[in-house]
């Protein structure tokens, strides 16, 4: 590469290599000479931050599969007002709260930006229980407001006990000076029960239901076509033991999956949707939880709903009858592990808690005065339904009302890690079409210890462990007859719609996220004119257990010319390495067909990487922040700048 400089910091705040093929007095793009090859960039702890960072690309059309949903970080400020205001006292019942253990991370604003904000929303100390009911920092758990005795009770007040079990000491809920006597207000409405059952009828109890490793067909998440049963022809694990995150590779057979209207395709970079279920166990475990009979689980019911679009995911919303089991409802169709509690899930176990102890802190959780345990307990670490049943072991309520409550068991979507057009095998003589992904395990913790997997990447991974385990025992895979269910999902998401034949291309990914970018280089590569206009960026945390497709890219990876690539010990992040090819970005960016692809997680890939690109852009155009955040702006609108995150 030409020689190179630094421009001064104070251009962009980072500091941007300067070479005689671009530079801010002479901002003209060219082709940088003598790029290495592949550097695969340590991403361990991935820097988050996103100084003057550009807004990300559309909605992420991949589902988080194990997080809840993401609470928006608080301001720091916001947060010091929110702790000082809990620990006010309220009332001369009102004790100060205890030690808190971490920082509340609720939805919030910021509120005040020096003293005399505060001196404004807060007056003064005397005012600090008209504050709390009126002054919200943007979640509502400043809407809350001090227990008060219920009007002509007794002057002795009698404290709640907490239950005595490991599930609800994992909750973490504070309950304060609640006791029996505690006056709670603006309680959540006990919710509209939305489903009932009833028996099949006699003409019905003959009609077959489907096999129980595949969801009923009157779940479509792509409507009007039923979810594919795909074989599945391979499986095996990509990273190494003591990879941070377990990857594991899929080949689905599509050979025989059903045409759609018009000249609809697997593409390349585009998603399928696949549809997890819950496990076994836990289905097991809540149906014993709520005390329903084991010969009822697997017995066929006619269920009923009212209205919305449950359990078919994106059927019509309209009133329903469908023949059924108690089992494949809760198996497939509602979601029990991936949602942080809402107010009308805690009102229906208030509702049916036959203790009065869990009555009570329940019934304080739906209510105004518990408005900040509440929110507390939301952004706990994924609480599931189960925990919330076994935390509270007196509250039953019947499944149809439970149910009326859970949300969706929605489908997860992966990336096609290959070029769709060129995957083969050879089976019986005949050649069989392959779709191929990557899916990487998301773990948390579990309230009994240890760790437990995300809905569709724990059941994916149990699938991929049968195909290891057979292959280890010199069993054929193929005759354990797994499949996947699944449905060609989103052929027009950014990746794939943006996608073109020719032009400059630089693929930037981390993790997983560098999985689609694998088709793109196997398509570009078939055209001569394209072998050497191709630059993949891969952030991995350690190359000897962590990358991903190394040697599996369908080609010659000498040929994918200007590929960067760096072993563990450097410690350096994609991001940098974005601003260390400052050169290479400008190229492409500004050349005929160019086009950024970013491919990854938005909590510290997508948005480290997008304050790099808007560093080089500062740098390389002699821009200052907001015109160079609005090229990158009409780049995305141009086309020219994707980004994929999650």
């Given at each position: ?26 901002p ?23 100084q ?8 992420s ?5 194990s997080?809840?949903?993401s ?15 809990r620990?006010l ?30 001196q ?16 919200c ?22 404290p ?10 994992s909750l ?18 006990l ?13 019905l ?18 409507p ?13 694990e ?17 050979t025989?999956?059903p ?19 819950n ?22 019911v006619?269920m ?10 994106w ?30 899930f805690?009102?229906l176990?208030?509702e ?7 009555k ?16 507390d ?5 994924h ?38 057009m060129?995957?083969?095998t ?8 392959l ?8 773990e ?7 760790d ?25 895979p ?11 999902g989103?052929?027009?998401?950014p ?21 689609p ?10 055209s ?6 191709v ?38 992040y994609?991001?940098e ?7 290479l ?6 050349a ?8 990854g997680?938005?909590k ?14 500062m ?14 702006q009409?780049?995305?609108?141009a ?8």
């Amino acid at each position: 590469m030409a020689s190179t400089a630094t421009y001064p910091s104070d251009i962009t705040g980072k500091n941007i290599p300067a070479s005689s093929t671009s530079h801010p007095d002479n901002p003209v793009p060219e082709e940088p000479e003598a790029l290495p090859h592949l550097r695969l960039m340590h991403t361990d702890s991935l820097s988050s931050s996103s100084q003057g960072s550009i807004a990300t690309a559309g909605n992420s059309e991949v589902a988080s599969d194990s997080d809840t949903p993401s609470t928006p970080a608080t301001e720091p400020l916001a947060d010091d007002l929110t702790d000082n205001i809990r620990e006010l006292k309220l009332d001369a019942q009102t004790s100060p709260s205890p030690p808190i253990e971490r920082r509340r991370r609720a939805s919030t604003v910021l509120i005040s930006q020096n003293s005399e904000d505060v001196q404004k929303i807060l007056g003064n100390v005397g005012s600090g229980t008209h504050i709390l009911e009126k002054v919200c920092c943007g979640g509502g758990c400043c809407k809350l407001k001090p227990l008060k005795q219920v009007p002509g009770s007794s002057s002795t007040l009698y404290p709640v006990t907490k239950p005595d079990n490991k599930a609800f000491e994992s909750l973490k809920i504070y309950v304060g000076q609640l006791s029996h006597e505690s006056e709670l207000t603006n309680i959540t409405p006990l919710p509209e029960k939305t489903i009932s059952f009833s028996p099949v009828p006699i003409e019905l109890v003959d009609e077959p239901l489907g096999p129980p490793d595949h969801p009923p067909k009157f779940l479509q998440p792509h409507p009007p076509y039923e979810v594919f049963r795909a074989p599945l022809h391979h499986a095996r694990e990509l990273t190494k033991p003591g990879a941070e995150k377990r990857t594991y590779h899929f080949d689905l057979d599509v050979t025989d999956y059903p045409e759609e209207g018009g000249d609809v395709d697997f593409v390349v970079g585009g998603a399928i949707g696949v549809c997890p279920h819950n496990p076994d166990e836990l289905v097991e475990d809540v149906f014993n939880l709520l005390s329903v009979p084991k010969f009822v689980r697997n017995k066929k019911v006619m269920m009923h709903t009212t209205k919305g679009r449950w359990p078919t995911v994106w059927g019509d919303d309209k009133p329903r009858t469908l023949l059924t089991t108690r089992k494949e409802l809760l198996t497939w169709c509602s979601d029990l592990q991936s949602y942080p509690p809402t107010k009308p899930f805690l009102r229906l176990l208030a509702e049916y808690a036959t203790d009065r102890d869990e009555k009570k802190i329940l019934m304080y959780l739906a209510s105004a005065q518990g408005q900040g345990a509440f929110c507390d307990l939301r952004t706990n670490h994924h609480i599931t339904v189960a925990q919330l049943l076994h935390a509270f072991p007196s509250s039953q309520p019947p499944l149809d009302s439970l149910l009326s409550v859970l949300n969706t068991l929605m489908p997860r979507f992966y990336s096609l890690s290959q070029d769709p057009m060129i995957s083969r095998t050879i089976k019986n003589n005949e050649s069989r079409r392959l779709v191929e992904f990557a899916v990487s395990v998301h773990e948390s913790p579990d309230w009994r210890g240890g760790d437990r997997t995300g809905v569709s990447s724990g059941v994916l991974e149990r699938t991929a462990r049968k195909i290891i385990a057979a292959e280890q025992t010199g069993i054929d895979p193929s005759s354990l007859n797994l499949h996947v269910p699944m449905f060609r999902g989103l052929m027009s998401n950014p990746l794939a719609r943006e996608f073109v034949s020719d032009g400059p291309m630089l693929l930037i990914g981390a993790g997983v996220g560098v999985a689609p970018f694998r088709g793109f280089v196997q398509r570009r590569l078939k055209s001569a004119n394209c072998a050497n206009k191709v630059w993949v960026l891969q952030g991995i945390r350690d190359s000897l257990l962590d990358e991903l497709y190394s040697g599996e890219w369908g080609v010659d990876e000498e040929k994918v010319k200007k590929v960067v690539q760096s072993r563990r010990g450097e410690g350096r992040y994609v991001q940098e390495e974005v601003r260390n090819q400052a050169d290479l970005v400008w190229f492409v960016i500004n050349a005929l067909d160019g086009r950024v692809f970013v491919c990854g997680s938005s909590k510290g890939m997508g948005e480290g990487v997008e304050a790099s690109l808007v560093d080089v852009v500062m740098a390389k155009g002699n821009l200052n922040r907001p015109q160079a955040e609005e090229f990158w702006q009409k780049k995305r609108d141009a086309g020219q700048y994707i980004a994929e995150t999650w």
